[in-house]
């Protein structure tokens, strides 16, 4: 999937992206408690969106890497499509094409 073909309410969405820039994190209070939450601009060859950070995914990406983003849902804000990766989601980070590190500290899939 390309970012062109995301759309609000999509569900299920996995798309492979590189990190334009990521914004300085921020606490806020939810419901749950107090929470770390930044945004991240990420970007393919056909456009960009942002990409919702919480918690312990504020420090998975960095600017110019390339990340897999599996299992996300997009909404829209203020005109623009927003990427959220739950608990059933999880943050890649690739490097040259193979996985390096799986968020939440997990070994990535195929490696010893």
Not at 90 to 106: H, N, T, Y
Request: aromatic share 4%; proline share 4%; charged share 30%.
């Amino acid at each position: 999937m390309k970012i062109k073909d995301i759309k609000p309410g999509m569900e299920g969405i996995t798309v492979t992206v590189r990190v334009v820039s990521v914004g300085q994190p921020k606490k806020v209070l939810t419901r749950y408690g107090e929470a770390l939450v930044a945004q991240a601009t990420v970007a393919d060859e056909t456009g960009s969106a942002v990409l919702n950070l919480w918690r312990d995914q504020v420090g998975l990406v960095k600017p110019g890497a390339t990340v897999r983003i599996e299992n996300a849902f997009a909404r829209e804000f203020r005109g623009r499509i927003e990427l959220n990766v739950g608990r059933g989601g999880r943050i890649v980070a690739l490097k040259q094409g193979r996985e390096e590190e799986a968020s939440k500290g997990g070994r990535a899939p195929g490696k010893a």
